[in-house]
């Protein structure tokens, strides 16, 4: 699995005119080769596959990166990787320009005049896009993490308990069931909390009355879920009922439209569609979903600017939302695998309108 990674990636190399690349993006290195530490640069040309790391990860990448000719270095890690290449004979060498600083940028320039700096996006994003099996099971594992967590959490909101205090069970679950560590800063978001997307857990206190927003995932073996589900804390009254299955329709509705071939931008247009046409257009502003794996916010995205076209194999998120102010919001969010004839949900906590 991890050498036709490599050996794709250096297809991609040709296809670019570049002779070798500089990786400094964590979750690229690791998809590349394996590596699970936090400070690496990862050298690869047609020939050769260097990796570079301190004396903290020496023995750790000699384990995890069979393919790779480790290197200890004692600092400068990038600017050793591109002296590497010069060395080698590479005149083109591309590097990650959305994650290399302008000070490394100037630092690789002077100290290595021989070489034509490229700057490239996507390399091994696009890679990541399309899951195989192995990943698609570490998805399915995280996901069920959420559902756990979900199911353990349900029955712990009520009036009178801290938002924060209901975020430390429920990070402290995904934890119990397996997670590494919390994908992303948990959301609970209550009463008129919800009307922000992304409300973390603050000090309010949950009432009677309110929407609860809880938006979560771990990090399992590199591999993320996402989840968000909103319920009510008593009787819901008949604007949140209306708002409430408004967003599910408008989910639902998404998920059956998921297919290869289908354009992320369309996908975000039916949900859109559905909430405009009930009148709550103005209140849904985000983009529909995400892709999702070793990043929480993977590619492809499903937004109305979005130029992807879904393909199988692709995990993305379908989160409608309708978010007003003063008032209240209400967002549910399911992971789904794009597969040869249409979807699969990966995710089953239940969505039906709870009351608590
Ligand atoms: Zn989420
Ligand atoms: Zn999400």
Known sequence: MQTSRLERLRLRLVEKEVEGLLLTQLDNIGYISGFTGSTAVALVTERAALFFVDSRYEVQAQAQCPEFEVRKVSDGLLVTAAKSAQEMGVRTLGFEQDYVTVRQHTD????????????????VEDMRQVKDAGEIDLIRTACKIVDDTFAFILPRIKPGVRERDLALELDWRMRRLGAEKEGFDTIIASGCRSAMPHGKASEKIIEAGDFVTLDFGPRRQGYHADLTRTVVVGKATDEQRKVYHTV?????????????????????????????????????????????????????????????????????????????????????????????????????????????
């Open 108 to 123: 690789l320039g002077n100290e290595c005049p021989d070489l034509t700096l490229m700057g490239l996006s996507g390399m």
């Open 248 to 356: 599910l329709e408008a989910q639902l509705k998404a998920i059956d439209a998921l297919r290869p071939g289908v354009a992320g931008k369309a996908v975000d247009e039916v949900a859109r569609n559905h909430i405009k046409g009930a009148g709550y257009g103005d209140y849904f502003g985000h983009g529909l979903g995400h892709g999702l794996g070793r990043a929480v916010h993977d590619g492809p995205t499903n937004s109305p600017k979005s130029e992807a076209i879904l393909q199988a194999g692709v995990v993305t998120t379908i989160e409608p939302g309708i978010y007003i102010p003063d008032w209240g919001g209400v967002r549910i969010e399911d992971d789904c695998l794009i597969t040869e004839t249409g979807c699969e949900v990966l995710t089953h906590s239940p969505k039906e309108l709870i009351e608590v």
